[in-house]
């Protein structure tokens, strides 16, 4: 069970980081009308909860 939680918490984290950089056009534009995306919060919590799960 644990190396499965891993796995999917590192696919997780990996499709986290390759949607955040798809978005990031659309965070530029949004950031210049004073509008942030959270993707940021996203990423640092599963690679957080990642790192619990692999130590």
Request: charged share 20%; hydrophobic share 55%.
């Amino acid at each position: 069970m644990n190396r499965i939680t891993r796995a999917m918490l590192l696919a997780l984290y990996q499709l986290t980081l390759l949607v955040g950089i798809a978005l990031m056009p659309l965070a530029l534009v949004t950031e210049r009308l004073g509008i942030r995306l959270p993707v940021h919060r996203a990423v640092r919590r599963l690679g957080d909860a990642y790192e619990q799960r692999a130590a």
